[in-house]
């Protein structure tokens, strides 16, 4: 059974952190990129971050380059978004899935990130 179960979104202040937790079963990991995505209400996912399956490699949407920074954990199964000097703007559910074009249907809840101006 696939799960991806995502944590750690919260209420902060505008140049707050946070760090966002991802936890990945049932699915190849290893193998495939990884990403962070968010969506707001009757948008679609937007992808904000990506990493390689070795970790070799991450890209970053323009908005969030310079202060969010995507890890990955092979040996537990684990992706992790840290976001730093938050913006109101930065306000989404966040989900992780798999990068573009290995996205899976099925996914997460998704954690809540607000942040206020």
């Known amino acids: 059974q696939v799960q991806l179960v995502e944590s750690g979104g919260g209420v902060v202040h505008a140049g707050g952190s946070l760090r966002l937790s991802c936890a990945v079963r049932?699915?190849?990991?290893?193998?495939?990129?990884l990403s962070w995505y968010r969506k707001t209400p009757g948008k679609e996912h937007d992808v904000v971050a990506t990493?390689?399956?070795?970790?070799?490699?991450?890209n970053y949407a323009d908005s969030v380059r310079g202060r969010f920074t995507i890890s990955r954990d092979n040996a537990k199964n684990m992706v992790y978004l840290q976001m730093n000097m938050l913006k109101p703007e930065d306000t989404a559910m966040y989900f992780c899935?798999?990068?573009?074009?290995?996205?899976?249907?099925?996914w997460g809840e998704g954690t809540q990130v607000t942040v206020s101006s």
């Open positions: 899935n798999r990068g573009a074009p290995y996205i899976i249907p099925a």
């Open positions: 049932g699915i190849a990991f290893i193998a495939f990129p």
């Open positions: 990493i390689s399956g070795n970790s070799a490699s991450t």
